[in-house]
């Protein structure tokens, strides 16, 4: 089995998933994955919502960065035997 969670911060769903069509392998992927459309933010920005997504808690429990005792969904897929990966974009409320 294969868990791959895509995020994309500031996207409109209008202007995005309703478009679909303009992005094939996308429009794929998502076909033949789960797809949450009624899923959302614990937060309006990024350093609030991202944390809840990977760690599963919310703002006013780590502040502005995630405390490293707090485990995220990483670290938990890869102590029940998944290889894990994290690709993101350079951030300051994302890296270490």
Do not use: C, W
Not at 45 to 72: M, Q
Request: aromatic share 14%; proline share 5%.
């Amino acid at each position: 089995m294969n868990i791959i969670l895509i995020t994309l911060d500031a996207f409109r769903y209008d202007l995005f998933i309703a478009n679909l069509d303009s992005l094939p392998h996308l429009k794929t992927l998502r076909s033949q994955s789960a797809s949450f459309e009624n899923a959302f933010s614990i937060g309006p920005l990024t350093f609030f919502s991202f944390p809840g997504i990977v760690a599963s808690v919310y703002p006013y429990h780590f502040g502005i960065r995630l405390d490293r005792s707090v485990k995220g969904i990483d670290e938990i897929l890869a102590s029940h035997g998944f290889n894990t990966a994290t690709i993101i974009e350079k951030n300051a409320f994302l890296t270490p």
